[in-house]
């Protein structure tokens, strides 16, 4: 029997080891909106966010184009703008600034207004 997944709560995941697998690797392009993915960019498997699908996630650190990985949520950005949050994976566990998460992310969060949680 099917069972319904129900949403996950992001603020869940912050601090915790997460298992992230990778649909748009460092370097493609999105197939719909043609932008470079300039961080690998996934999701939690077995997982359903505000927007009902998984629940992504950026992985910071990695340098190198990767299709499965782990690492430990050090932020979520949330849109506000858009039922849509982003956990922010750290490969190593490193902190990152929330400058530098902007920075980083900016290559598709520019067209969100979003907020970082900590």
């Known amino acids: 029997m099917f069972r319904k997944m129900e949403k996950v709560n992001a603020k ?3 601090g915790k080891e997460v298992s992230v697998e990778i649909d748009r690797p460092l370097g493609t392009r999105h197939p719909k909106h043609g ?5 690998n960019y996934g999701f939690i498997p077995n997982t359903i966010s505000g927007d009902g699908e998984e ?3 950026y992985l910071v650190g990695e340098f190198e184009p990767v299709e499965k ?3 430990k949520v050090i932020a979520i950005i949330h849109r506000t703008n858009d039922d849509d949050d982003k956990l922010i994976v750290s490969k190593d566990g490193k902190e990152y600034s929330d400058d530098a998460i902007r920075a980083l992310t900016e290559f598709q969060e520019k067209y969100f207004e979003s907020v970082i949680i900590r």
Do not use: K, V
Request: charged share 15%; proline share 0%.
């Open 12 to 14: 869940d995941f912050l």
């Open 55 to 57: 629940l992504d996630a």
């Open 69 to 71: 990985t782990s690492g």
């Open 35 to 39: 932008f470079m993915y300039m961080l």
